[in-house]
């Protein structure tokens, strides 16, 4: 049975930041793509950052140059390095793993993490 977990989720103020971490049983991260999204309340869920199976990375306009995606297969873990987090950013963050299709739409991602909450507030 596959299952992801999310980490590192919490409170933070303004400017901060935080590291979410992403840790898989039942499947291999290697040789997949995977991805972070992010839901708002109200809102529909939005890709944050993805990384195909050899390492190349994209990210959302709205964090780019903010947030760092990364995996380490040896571990099976992947990772979410959020920095200057504004209040926009409050959000449940969830891990996935890529199914097949266009990495941008949710549908396409085969397994998904119960999501971690991240608030931002001062």
């Known amino acids: 049975q596959v299952r992801l977990v999310e980490s590192g989720g919490g409170l933070v103020q303004p400017g901060g930041s935080l590291r979410l971490s992403c840790a898989a049983s039942g499947i291999s991260f290697s040789g997949r793509a995977m991805g972070w999204y992010r839901q708002a309340p109200g809102k529909q869920r939005e890709l944050v950052a993805r990384?195909?199976?050899?390492?190349?990375?994209n990210y959302a306009d709205s964090v780019k140059g903010r947030f760092t995606i990364s995996r380490d297969n040896a571990k099976n873990a992947m990772y979410l390095q959020m920095n200057n987090l504004k209040p926009e950013d409050t959000a449940v963050y969830y891990c996935a793993i890529h199914g097949s299709g266009s990495y941008y739409s949710p549908i396409n991602y085969k397994y998904w993490g119960q999501g971690t909450q991240v608030t931002v507030s001062s």
């Open positions: 990384i195909s199976s050899v390492g190349g990375t």
